[in-house]
């Protein structure tokens, strides 16, 4: 053998042993990404149970399982592989069971409380009742079990049973659709007391209220919950914070009242009790008209009912997911700038960041001295950490073994004046593999809301877009959350204005700071997102493509056939009483042979949150003026896709659409 052929022979061995490089993130990678949620520590500390949703293709829908890790990171198991979704995992407090919810049993009937015993075996269905159960809450005993329930209007289907011609639908609520529920004909969800070993579930009131978020005192002796007030009679949601004894048919304490301004309450998570069951805590909001805008407050009061202590108030950001951390705190979740991390708040109302970083935080859960929460950031999707003295400590990596392989786009901060004045923050992430000085195409990209942020937490889409040459811009406009009250309702009744006035401004920023390629950009977004998409096309002509998904212009024609009659009567007005304003909030579609951007528009078909005939008529407004558009409508879809044949189309028919206009 020669020494050339040597040489030949061992650089190939040493090609081989070494690792692939680090790839670009592609579509189909969008369905290897694994969503980790919900963790739940034991009671004894020892132990973390959470859930984690995979895709399946092959049948169209995602599966989610529960999993446990051990609080050192050890010990990873996998506790349900049935086809069925199993979640919301819950400890039994004397740490001998663990309950999830599955439908595992009948879809048709919905899903029911199963438990796993913690020393090992198979998992037992527990409750039978007639409907869904969406929430369970367990007795400090163990005895019992609160349950959420949304009772069935018919029998479900029996197998082989021959469908049934369906029955008018009778509508007589004010609010008499909503997205994924469809017309708002069933009857309310309510609370159930369920006695394990009875078997037995009785209705916790008489009361025909929409019941939620349950929580029992210390003693077992009480239960707040959050309930509507209104029901079906009254024309707006009044959800109010109240309190029954644990027993079947008690009598109802309502302890919030709407001159409290706490329309709100319970609204992002259950109400907390302090240890001695005198006072509780609870998550208040600001008065009716603002509730698109909300921002959470925490708040206690006496639990017999008086005068409520906003604890928060002094934050000016939102905060949620209230839990205890111990007799004398409490730790709820602040929304912040790009950001969401815990606090710590004792009954003063002094308050503690219980950890640093640019993170989006998810949700915690804390037992037996020990606290786990979910953190994404913008290079890793959500994982389970230990939260110890400030420090998080990786307990799961479920997304590590496919996310090494990849090269991510990095993400930067941007900050900018606006020409009125206002100081906007964003995000900016940059192809991998950027270079300073190289101008590149670039998408504006727009969340949805207008009360949400882009922030610190890893984003498929936007890595995606990275991944194939963009920059993408995310501006966090007038309107988002994670700023001031002033910054978030600077958009009360005035919709396209100044988010329109901040987008523009994000992109002046970037085109100056030599990224942006001015000649290639491009714009979209979903849902809110898509309505200030039209919005800015209306105004803007530097945008060579658009894409809009789930959006709308001429909101005269969406009041009485979506979601938000509410808002709109209390943040606009009725249509006949404040006509000009409607229209003028409708300029995009009255001004549409004013546009030029090709634009693809996109809705599910069964969307009752943003109807498909918003798109519908942006698409049919375009063609007539000669602008070439698109519109792709998803069968059987609501507002968010659900389908992962759908998700994996609307992505690349975006990367195709961008491709188009913007590398041509």
């Not at 995992?89 to 048709?108: H, I, M, T, V, Y």
């Not at 698109?630 to 975006?654: A, C, F, M, S, W």
Request: proline content about 5%; glycine content about 10%; some cysteine.
């Amino acid at each position: 053998m020669t020494g050339r052929l040597i040489v030949f022979l061992v650089s190939c061995a040493l090609a081989a042993a070494q690792p692939a490089p680090p790839r670009l993130l592609k579509v189909d990678d969008a369905h290897r990404m694994l969503e980790v949620r919900d963790p739940q520590v034991s009671p004894d500390g020892a132990w973390v149970a959470y859930t984690v949703s995979t895709i399946d293709k092959v049948a169209e829908k995602s599966d989610s399982d529960v999993w446990m890790v051990k609080w050192d990171g050890g010990g990873q198991q996998r506790l349900t592989t049935s086809k069925e979704s199993e979640s919301a995992p819950r400890w039994s407090p004397d740490g001998k069971w663990l309950a999830f919810l599955s439908a595992r049993a009948n879809r048709e009937e919905g899903a029911q409380v199963w438990l796993l015993p913690r020393a090992g075996g198979e998992a037992v269905q527990l409750t039978t009742v007639k409907g869904s159960v969406s929430d369970c809450v367990w007795s400090p005993d163990s005895k019992r079990l609160a349950l959420v329930v949304a009772e069935r209007d018919e029998e479900p289907k029996k197998e082989g049973e021959k469908p049934k011609t369906p029955k008018p639908i009778v509508i007589d609520r004010y609010h008499f659709k909503q997205d994924t529920e469809g017309y708002r004909t069933k009857k309310p969800n309510r609370v159930w007391l369920f006695d394990i070993d009875a078997k037995k579930a009785e209705l916790l009131t008489t009361e025909s209220f929409d019941e939620s978020a349950p929580a029992w005192s210390p003693d077992g002796g009480r239960i707040a919950f959050v309930s509507n007030r209104a029901g079906d009679a009254g024309m707006y949601a009044d959800r109010q914070l109240c309190v029954a004894a644990s027993k079947p048919g008690s009598p109802v304490l309502q302890l919030t009242t709407k001159e409290m301004n706490f329309s709100g309450s319970g609204r992002g998570g259950r109400a907390v009790w302090s240890a001695d069951g005198a006072s509780l805590f609870f998550l208040a909001g600001r008065e009716r008209k603002f509730r698109a805008y909300d921002r959470m407050t925490l708040a206690v009061m006496p639990a017999t009912g008086g005068a409520a202590k906003l604890l928060t108030r002094a934050l000016d950001r939102s905060v949620g997911s209230p839990i205890a951390l111990s007799e004398r705190e409490l730790s709820v979740l602040v929304t912040d700038d790009m950001s969401e991390y815990p606090v710590s708040v004792d009954a003063a109302g002094r308050v503690k960041r219980l950890v640093e970083g640019k993170a989006v935080i998810g949700s915690q859960s804390a037992a037996g001295g020990h606290m786990a929460v979910t953190v994404s950031t913008d290079e890793s999707p959500g994982e389970i950490c230990a939260l110890e003295n400030g420090k998080l400590r990786p307990l799961t990596r479920h997304n590590q073994a496919w996310l090494k392989d990849i090269r991510l786009g990095e993400t930067r901060e941007v900050r900018f004046q606006t020409g009125d004045g206002a100081q906007v923050h964003g995000l900016l992430t940059l192809p991998p593999g950027y270079e300073a000085g190289r101008k590149v195409p670039t998408l504006l990209r727009i969340h949805g809301g207008p009360n949400g942020q882009d922030a610190h937490t890893f984003q498929f889409e936007r890595q995606l877009f990275a991944a194939n040459g963009y920059a993408v811009l995310q501006v966090n406009y007038r309107g988002s959350a994670g700023r001031d009250e002033a910054f978030q309702t600077a958009i009360f009744a005035d919709w396209g204005n100044r988010e329109v006035v901040d987008l523009l401004a994000g992109v002046d920023h970037v085109v100056a700071a030599d990224i942006a390629d001015p000649a290639r950009l491009g714009i979209g977004g979903w849902s809110y997102g898509a309505i200030l998409t039209n919005y800015t096309i209306a105004r803007d002509g530097r945008f060579k493509a658009a894409t809009s998904g789930a959006g709308s212009s001429l909101q005269l024609s969406v009041y009485g056939s979506d979601q938000y009659v509410e808002q709109y009567d209390l943040e606009i007005g009725f249509p006949w009483k404040a006509r000009d304003l409607w229209l003028k909030l409708s300029y995009p579609f009255f001004e549409a042979d004013k546009i030029r951007t090709p634009t693809l528009f996109m809705g599910g078909q069964n969307d009752f949150n943003v109807p498909v005939i918003g798109s519908e008529q942006m698409y049919q407004a375009l063609r007539a003026n000669g602008v070439d558009s698109q519109l792709i409508v998803y069968p059987g879809e609501n507002h968010g896709l659900r389908k992962p044949t759908y998700i994996q189309d609307r992505l690349e028919r975006y990367l195709a659409w961008y491709a188009k206009y913007l590398k041509p």
